[in-house]
């Protein structure tokens, strides 16, 4: 097993990464002092595939545990599953020193997240992810939240789970699509921080799209290092935490300007970090040929690179307006030096978007 640690003071925590290790979660439980009442938050996709799993292995450990399921998507990442879920935590009397243990995706680490933090003004939360974008991102750093209808993740906390348990078998039964997209967040990681990682991507693409353990485990632990690196030194992205939303800015802009339905985040987080990388190229801070290792490594993956045609200009400059990187109105860019190493931009010209955004003036 590898294990990394988020280091935050009282408030510190380890992430186990191992292959085949879901049943054996309650074991890991049992050193943290909860009270015998838990509850387990995830959608029928997941339970079906591994609840009974993890309630077996959590419950020989010797908790009651409750199963809350509530429906798959992330509509439901909202105000009023959170208070179906408040409802039966109360219902079950969940009490202070009880926790909730999050198994799914992004969605359902962020909801149970954010319902662990505000319950009787904050219990403890173990998160359980099985996609690979929660197991490199959502599940690690304590950023927590629910959509509101005027904005995705409005509505959240920073609330650290006191676990996070990686089996990256459960990567077998996720869609293909969810895990290339998945990857586009790995792809980020050694772009902001770490060219081998880069490199290794690059070297090992088979292995990792054959869901080789080996291959898994080493992408899935530098992920998660990198970040906990991160978010140890920055934890309320005062500064430095920022540089993980490379590819975001712009991502967010086209999820956005379409709805939400054409792309999954990693996927426009792809074409985020090559439009990035061009504006960068654009301003004289990365050259054309590390701009084009990018591009090439993302591609080769499967995943989208060039701007989605037939976007509307002012739907995407005002999404970007709107994004919460926004401070006092001005946008901020995550822009690569080289592949390794960004910087946090603030002055990045109307005129370079609108050129990057106009198919006519579209960069290349
Ligand atoms: P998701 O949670 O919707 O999961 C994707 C799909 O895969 C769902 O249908 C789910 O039921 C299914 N699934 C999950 N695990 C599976 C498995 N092992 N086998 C088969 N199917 C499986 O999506 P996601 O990409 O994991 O997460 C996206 C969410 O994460 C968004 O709401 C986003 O805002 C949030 N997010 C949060 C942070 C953070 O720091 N908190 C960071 C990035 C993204
Ligand atoms: N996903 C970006 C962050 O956790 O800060």
Not at 15 to 20: H, K, R, S, V
Not at 158 to 176: E, Y
Not at 256 to 285: D, P, S, W
Request: glycine fraction near 10%; aromatic fraction near 6%.
């Amino acid at each position: 097993m590898r294990k990394v640690r988020v280091d935050l003071g009282e408030r510190s925590y380890g992430i186990a990464i191992d292959a085949g290790s879901i049943g054996d979660v309650g074991n890991a439980l049992k050193k943290f002092g909860f009270s015998r009442t838990l509850a387990l938050v995830s959608n029928p996709t997941v339970y079906r595939l591994y609840g009974r799993l993890v309630s077996k292995s959590i419950k020989a450990a010797g908790f009651d545990l409750s199963e809350i399921l509530i429906p798959d998507g992330e509509k439901y990442k909202s105000l009023v599953s959170s208070a179906h879920i408040y409802g039966e935590l109360l219902r079950l009397r969940l009490d202070r020193r009880s926790a909730v243990v999050a198994l799914g995706g992004g969605v359902i680490g962020d909801i149970a997240g954010f319902v662990a933090s505000t319950y009787m003004r904050g219990i403890d939360f173990i998160q359980v992810p099985t996609t690979l974008l929660a197991q490199v991102d959502s599940s690690v750093g304590g950023k927590t939240g629910v959509n509101h209808e005027l904005g995705k993740n409005m509505i959240g906390t920073f609330w650290q789970p006191r676990l996070v348990w990686i089996d990256v078998d459960t990567l077998s039964t996720l869609p293909s699509r969810e895990l290339r997209a998945g990857l586009a967040e790995v792809i980020k990681y050694g772009i902001i921080h770490d060219e081998r990682l880069f490199h290794f991507l690059g070297a090992n693409r088979d292995k990792v799209l054959g869901l080789d353990r080996r291959a898994l485990t080493h992408i899935i632990r530098r992920s998660c290092e990198i970040k906990a690196e991160v978010v140890s030194r920055d934890e309320r992205e005062s500064g430095l935490r920022a540089i993980l939303n490379y590819g975001h800015t712009v991502g967010h802009a086209i999820e956005t300007a379409t709805g939400y339905r054409k792309f999954l985040h990693g996927e426009a987080v792809a074409i985020g970090m090559c439009q990035e990388a061009l504006i960068g190229r654009e301003m004289g801070l990365i050259t054309d040929e590390e701009a084009s290792r990018i591009r090439r490594l993302i591609e080769s993956y499967g995943l989208p690179a060039a701007m989605p045609k037939g976007l509307d200009l002012r739907r995407l400059l005002e999404a970007m307006q709107l994004d919460k990187k926004t401070v006092s109105g001005r946008l901020r860019f995550v822009l690569p030096l080289r592949i390794g190493e960004v910087r946090i931009e603030k002055k990045v010209s109307d005129l370079l978007l609108k050129k990057l955004f106009t198919p006519t003036g579209r960069l290349r």
